[in-house]
Structure formats: structure tokens, C-alpha cells
């Protein structure tokens, strides 16, 4: 009985520390500038923009690959995709192009492809790029024609949500820095990782208290595991702070700005300055690295201000910052499940068990991949290192490529979120078609590994692009054949 409870407590404990580092770490300079963008799209952006690109009723040669091409400049994972495929979803995109771009973001975007590359090879870089535009193109289609009922309704449901027709120049220039903010925080090259100068703060005892989180909160960093730093343990205090205020200050700005409203900005600014700074504790004090990052995310914050100050009405402000809050809502409570979820469960799935099945290039080992990317969820780039060391560890090619299509797109906590927004008969026919085609992808680049010429590998391709367009023209059939038979009967 003892030995259950202790082992109780251990998964609580993995889920509490998974939770924490994962605030810590990864929710402030990805997923809030991602709510502040979803909430600017829509609240600012006016449907026919979204439409015009990415509506149901645009040709598909249009709509198919510009998903792709919005998705494969943000270099952000699943968590932080779900945030913008709401936005645009919520605006009028259609379902097809909506689910290609949340699909390709996180697994086929340009950082995580050059980092596969340099980190693992060129060949499998070059197999994530081509497979994740196929299969990502082909989920949006599929989805779109297994849903076209709901997609049109949806369609007509967005009808008449805006009086703006165009999309004005002070509005794209606001999204633009809103995106700036996004990569300014989370871009890992030199000019934003390097430091620049360093201001020591003689506060005794940081040492200790990093010893002591280290202590409270244990990781293995080999398996890709953060533990909570000094830093991040008053991240999460300041993300505690913003909440509180942020419920009585965004959670009315729709009822025009109030003293709370002014508070939660500040500690938002605050809190991403914080972020974007460098700690180093030691016995003497505390060394406050003055990074790139830190410049360019602060220079980014105040021509945000300036522009939202000098160019919009405040009712535009305030529905701005109401829709972000209303995605908060939505989508923050969810994350913080299935993080806390998931770092139990990777506590019991042991990577000794994938590397025994996933040894060889089999179904089996393809799948064992992808459930592992489901379970075992990293950041965005995080999962290129953890599937070095697989590698080294003797993991086939195969079942390597179909972990890394997986592990950017499934993890509990999307499945969760995406879920609340298109529903749970979406988002699991959603899922079911990932890890189908994800453990497709690892077959087919697997038997390339095994030595299959070029001809079968391309054969391999053409079949699966074959059965994927006779999936589609069979639904599409079915739904015809359904919409004459409903309006017979009328």
C-alpha cells in the first residue's frame, strides 16, 4: 500500500515539475504573443482577408498552399499553432486549409527543417519537408470533405461578423510587430541569444534557491527533461500576478479600461522583459544577462504601444484585448491539463520500450513512434536533440521520421485544445489521419533507409498518393450522393 502511495505521489510530482517547467520555459515568449496575434486577427482583421486566401470557396491550388507557406515561416509547436489556427479558423478560414496549417507550423516550418538537418541529415530534413507538405495538404482535404456540411455551415456562420471590408495598412503593420514580438522571443540565432552587457545584483542566497528548485523539482536532461530555474520560478509568479489581474482587468476591457486593465499590461511587459534576460545565480549574487533577445522583444513591446496608441480607436484596443482574453480562457486552462497529464504519463512510458519496438522499420515501430510523440511531447526544436539520441541509441531511420511528424502535431495538450475549438469528432478524425499518415511517412522513408531504389520509393509515394486521392473521391462521391437524396426528399 505504502509503495502505491509513494508511487502516487512520485507521477503527481512528475506532473507538477513537467507543468512548471513548462511555464516557465515555453508559455511566455511563444504562447502569449500567439494570444495577442489570434485576438488581433480577430478582432482587427477583417473576414474577406482571411477568405480571400484561405476561405472554402477559394480555388484549392490558392487556399492549400498558402496554409503551408503561413505555416512554414513560425517556428513554434503544437501549443502555441492551436492559438493562431483558432484566429484564422474562427475568421471564416475554411476547415481544409485550416487544419494544413496547423499540421505544417510545427513540423514542417523552416528552423525545425534546417535544425533536423544540421543536428540528424540533409535525407531525413529533405523526407520531413516533402511528406509534411503531401500528407498536410491531403489531412486538410480529407477533413474538408469529410466535413463539408459543417465547414459550409461555418461558413455561413461567419457571414456578416465584420463591417470592415478591407484590410487596413496600420492593421497589417500591427500584425506584423505582433509577429515580430513572436520571433524576436523565441528565434535562437547569435544577434538575440548573445548577451551584451551584464548588471550583477548582489542578492545572497540565489545559489541555494536554484540548488533548492533543482532539488524540488528533478529532471533528467538527457531525456529532454527541464527542471525550474530561479528565473523561471518567478516567471510563474509573475504568470500568477497576471492572472489575477488580468480577470478583472482584460476580463472587462470590453466595458472600456479600467485602473486592473493598465496593471496587466505592465506586468505582461514586465514579465516578457524578465524572460527575455539572462540569469546566472552564484554565491555573490545574481547576474542579469543583458541579451539581443531582451533588446529586441523590449524595442518591439513599445512600437506595439505606439502604434496601438497612435493609430487605432480605443474600442479597437478594447476588442483586441478582449478576444485575446476570450482565447485565454478558452485555451489556457486545457494546456495546463494535458501538460501536467503528460509529465505523468512520461513517467511510465519508458524510451527503452519505444527503442525495442521501433528497432526495425515495421508498422509497429512506425506507430510506436507516433504514440511516443502523442506521450512523450518536447517543445518545438527540442524534439530534433531527443531524436539524436534515439538514433544514437538504435532507433531505426523509419520510425524516427514517423516520431518526428508526430511529436510537433499530437501532443494531449493540442488534441485537448483543438478539440474545444472544431469539436471532438473533428479533432479525433483530426488525429486518426496524422498518426496514419505519420506512420506512413516513416514506412516509406524507412524502406528508403532499408536500401529500396529510388523507383520503389516513389512507387511507394504514388500509392499512397493514389489511395489518398481515391479516399478523396470516394467521400466526395458519398456527400453527393447524400445532398441529392436530401434534396429529393425536399
Not at 456578416?160 to 471590408?165: H, P, W, Y
Not at 496608441?309 to 480605443?314: I, L
Amino acid at each position: 500500500m505504502s509503495e502505491a502511495l509513494n508511487y502516487i505521489v512520485y507521477l503527481l510530482q512528475s506532473g507538477l515539475g513537467n507543468l512548471a517547467s513548462y511555464l516557465a520555459a515555453h508559455v511566455l515568449l511563444c504562447l502569449l504573443p500567439a494570444f495577442f496575434i489570434a485576438g488581433a486577427l480577430t478582432a482587427l482583421v477583417p473576414k474577406e482577408a482571411i477568405t480571400r486566401f484561405l476561405g472554402r470557396n477559394t480555388p484549392k491550388y490558392i487556399s492549400y498552399p498558402a496554409a503551408a507557406l503561413a505555416g512554414s515561416v513560425l517556428a513554434v509547436c503544437s501549443c502555441t499553432i492551436v492559438p493562431l489556427f483558432a484566429g484564422i479558423y474562427r475568421k471564416g478560414a475554411g476547415l481544409g486549409p485550416a487544419m494544413t496549417f496547423l499540421f505544417f507550423a510545427p513540423a514542417g516550418n523552416i528552423l525545425a527543417l534546417a535544425y533536423t538537418g544540421v543536428a540528424i541529415g540533409g535525407d531525413i530534413a529533405l523526407a520531413r519537408i516533402i511528406l509534411s507538405v503531401t500528407f498536410g495538404i491531403g489531412i486538410g482535404l480529407i477533413m474538408a470533405l469529410i466535413f463539408r456540411k459543417d465547414d459550409a455551415q461555418h461558413d455561413l456562420e461567419t457571414n456578416g461578423m465584420d463591417v470592415k471590408t478591407t484590410l487596413h495598412r496600420k492593421t497589417l503593420i500591427f500584425l506584423l510587430l505582433l509577429v515580430a514580438l513572436l520571433i524576436a522571443g523565441t528565434l535562437k540565432v547569435g544577434l538575440f541569444t548573445n548577451s551584451y552587457a551584464t548588471i550583477t545584483l548582489p542578492i545572497s542566497g540565489m545559489d541555494r534557491f536554484q540548488d533548492f528548485l533543482y532539488q524540488l523539482v528533478p529532471f533528467d536532461a538527457a531525456k529532454g527533461e527541464e527542471g525550474v530555474s530561479a528565473q523561471g520560478a518567478i516567471l510563474i509568479g509573475l504568470l500568477a500576478l497576471i492572472g489575477l489581474t488580468a480577470w478583472r482587468g482584460l476580463g472587462k476591457v470590453d466595458q472600456g479600461f479600467n485602473r486592473w486593465t493598465w496593471v496587466s499590461l505592465g506586468l505582461i511587459a514586465l514579465t516578457f522583459i524578465v524572460a527575455a534576460a539572462g540569469w546566472v545565480p552564484h554565491a555573490g549574487g545574481l547576474d542579469i544577462l543583458l541579451t539581443g533577445k531582451m533588446f529586441g522583444v523590449a524595442l518591439t513591446m513599445i512600437a506595439i504601444g505606439v502604434v496601438a496608441w497612435k493609430a487605432f480607436d480605443p474600442y479597437d484596443i478594447q476588442e483586441w484585448l478582449w478576444e485575446t482574453w476570450r482565447f485565454v480562457q478558452q485555451i489556457f486552462p486545457l494546456l495546463i491539463v494535458g501538460v501536467f497529464v503528460v509529465g505523468m504519463v512520461r513517467r511510465i512510458i519508458q524510451p527503452e520500450w519505444i527503442q525495442t519496438l521501433a528497432g526495425r522499420n515495421t508498422f509497429l515501430g512506425a506507430f510506436a513512434g507516433v504514440v511516443f510523440g502523442v506521450f512523450m511531447y518536447f517543445p518545438t526544436l527540442v524534439e530534433v536533440p531527443i531524436a539524436k539520441m534515439f538514433l544514437d541509441l538504435g532507433m531505426h531511420r523509419g520510425p524516427l521520421l514517423a516520431y518526428l511528424m508526430a511529436d510537433p502535431e499530437l501532443s494531449l495538450q493540442s488534441i485537448l485544445i483543438t478539440s474545444k475549438i472544431i469539436g471532438k469528432k473533428k479533432a479525433w478524425t483530426y488525429v486518426a489521419l496524422v498518426a496514419l499518415f505519420s506512420t506512413l511517412s516513416g514506412l516509406i522513408y524507412g524502406a528508403w533507409v532499408d536500401g529500396a531504389s529510388a523507383l520503389v520509393l516513389l512507387g511507394y509515394l504514388v500509392a499512397s498518393i493514389g489511395v489518398l486521392a481515391l479516399a478523396l473521391a470516394l467521400i466526395d462521391r458519398r456527400n453527393r450522393r447524400v445532398t441529392a437524396t436530401a434534396h429529393a426528399s425536399e
